[in-house]
């Protein structure tokens, strides 16, 4: 196929087939490769900035291990999961965009993973409006044990600038 779309892992490549007619743009190789040069892009962002936020990638994280998480889906989408608190966590979830059937944005506090995350499967909550994703590509946490408070820091820091270049990739890649 092209260039970008060669380069994006074939599970990842089956996904975008898969969703690419959810997106306002034409069912071409063209457009394939215009969702996965965007995607490739959101992951190169998603890397570098946590390889500065101290932060390290995970395989699995239980959902009643009291960390947070963010996670970067096959769809490019941004999952932002807050530690385990007593009321729950707060989970924000940012959208790939473009997609018309899933919201840009949405948010719920005092929710709870309803399994435990693993890449390479989907993550699904007890309440609100995201009751599960696509499946996860990297899932990432805080290096070391720190507070509630200070992984919340940490984690709504780096989805803040992730989402931020994120929004920048769709305009510049998506929308042209």
Known sequence: MGESFDQVPVVVQDHIKVISADFNMPETEESLETIAKAWLEKKNVFEEKIAGANMEEVDFLAKDDESGAL??????????????????RTIKY????????????AERD???????LSVGA??????????????LFKIVVCKEELSVEEQEEIITEAATIIVDEFV???????TG
Do not use: M
């Open 71 to 88: 996670a970067l889906t096959y769809s490019g989408s941004l999952i932002n999961i807050g530690p385990l608190g007593e009321e729950g």
């Open 168 to 174: 920048e990739v769709n305009k510049t890649v998506i």
């Open 122 to 135: 989907i993550a699904e909550f007890t309440r609100g409006p995201i009751k599960q994703t696509s499946k």
């Open 110 to 116: 005092n929710t709870n993973l309803a399994a435990d």
């Open 94 to 105: 940012s959208s790939i965009g473009f997609r018309t059937e899933i919201p840009d944005n």
